[in-house]
């Protein structure tokens, strides 16, 4: 696996060396759910405007919300606002570097917490996403899942992990990028495969998935309707009419179910004439 990953490793710019944890902060809140082709772009953008959490912090988080473009579920954008300000207060604007201080930030959970300690700086730490639970299950279990990351598959990893707290981080990312690129989800390469000869799923005949994800659809359903008026709003200047939005969509309950959602979330602020801002 090691070697599969110096050979065919992505160059992408969050695993630089020394790119410190900042940078790998959000280039992990913005791949969750969200292809790296699409985050590329605007994570050189946040990057280069807000090189620090002082800088983003000092900044609203409406601007925020306009930087994240069209990535979708912009609450992540509020979420890294409020970490930044978190670290400011907090950490003296510095990313932590253990677990236990990554999970006290706001919007970071398990996987994220996880990631930033193995890939900044270094440590030993079981980093399960999807990728990582596919190839985890194929290889070691003999099954196929989409199900989601839990606690007992964390000490699973991290009991394969290497004793070496370097190598393990490499190792994270490693298995992490074969599930991306080798043992994917609907066509995964097992041809020509690094680890087939040690590989439970493929001794065991490719079984189908335990465990299916639903798919999920997009048209017509509140994220669409939400996203409609986020942009409405990152386009629209200081502020937009609640008539000029109510334009965006034909079904009204929906559409103030939505609205309503947005304000709710901090994602929208209406500022008492009838017009809507974003956070500020």
Same mark, same amino acid.
């Given at each position: 696996m090691l070697q599969?990953?110096?050979?065919h490793r992505r160059d992408l710019p969050w695993r630089a060396p020394g *790119? !410190?944890?900042w940078p790998v902060l959000i280039s992990e809140v913005m791949l969750q759910q969200t292809p790296v082709a699409r985050v590329l772009p605007v994570y050189l953008e946040w990057v280069a405007r807000w090189p620090t959490p002082a800088d983003l912090a000092a900044d609203a988080p409406g601007d925020a919300v306009r930087a994240w473009g069209r990535l979708g579920y912009p609450r992540r954008a509020l979420r890294l606002h409020a970490a930044a300000t978190a670290l400011v207060q907090r950490f003296g604007g510095v990313v932590p570097d253990t677990v236990e201080e990554l999970l006290s930030l706001p919007g970071v959970g398990e996987y994220t917490a996880r990631a930033v300690a193995a890939f900044a700086f270094g440590r030993r730490e079981p980093v399960v996403d999807t990728n990582v639970l596919r190839v985890l299950s194929r290889v070691v279990r003999g099954v196929d899942t989409q199900?989601?990351?839990t606690a007992?598959?964390?000490?699973?990893?991290?009991a394969l992990l290497p004793q070496d707290a370097a190598v393990a981080a490499v190792l994270s990312v490693a298995v992490m990028e074969f !599930?991306? &690129? *080798?043992?994917t989800s609907r066509s995964p390469g097992c041809d020509g495969c690094p680890v087939r000869?040690?590989?439970?799923?493929?001794?065991?005949?490719?079984?189908?998935?335990t465990v299916r994800r639903k798919a999920q659809g997009f048209a017509g359903t509140d994220r669409q309707v939400r !996203? &409609? /008026?986020v942009g409405a709003l990152r386009a629209g200047g200081e502020s937009v009419s609640e008539d000029d939005l109510a334009t965006l969509w034909p079904d009204p309950v929906q559409w103030r179910r939505c609205l309503d959602s947005l /304000? *709710?979330?901090g994602l929208a602020v209406p500022d008492g004439s009838g017009r809507i801002t974003l956070p500020r």
């Amino acid at each position: 696996m090691l070697q599969f990953y110096a050979d065919h490793r992505r160059d992408l710019p969050w695993r630089a060396p020394g *790119v !410190g944890g900042w940078p790998v902060l959000i280039s992990e809140v913005m791949l969750q759910q969200t292809p790296v082709a699409r985050v590329l772009p605007v994570y050189l953008e946040w990057v280069a405007r807000w090189p620090t959490p002082a800088d983003l912090a000092a900044d609203a988080p409406g601007d925020a919300v306009r930087a994240w473009g069209r990535l979708g579920y912009p609450r992540r954008a509020l979420r890294l606002h409020a970490a930044a300000t978190a670290l400011v207060q907090r950490f003296g604007g510095v990313v932590p570097d253990t677990v236990e201080e990554l999970l006290s930030l706001p919007g970071v959970g398990e996987y994220t917490a996880r990631a930033v300690a193995a890939f900044a700086f270094g440590r030993r730490e079981p980093v399960v996403d999807t990728n990582v639970l596919r190839v985890l299950s194929r290889v070691v279990r003999g099954v196929d899942t989409q199900a989601s990351a839990t606690a007992a598959d964390r000490r699973e990893m991290a009991a394969l992990l290497p004793q070496d707290a370097a190598v393990a981080a490499v190792l994270s990312v490693a298995v992490m990028e074969f !599930g991306a &690129l *080798v043992c994917t989800s609907r066509s995964p390469g097992c041809d020509g495969c690094p680890v087939r000869p040690d590989c439970a799923w493929w001794a065991a005949g490719r079984p189908p998935p335990t465990v299916r994800r639903k798919a999920q659809g997009f048209a017509g359903t509140d994220r669409q309707v939400r !996203g &409609l /008026i986020v942009g409405a709003l990152r386009a629209g200047g200081e502020s937009v009419s609640e008539d000029d939005l109510a334009t965006l969509w034909p079904d009204p309950v929906q559409w103030r179910r939505c609205l309503d959602s947005l /304000i *709710v979330d901090g994602l929208a602020v209406p500022d008492g004439s009838g017009r809507i801002t974003l956070p500020r």
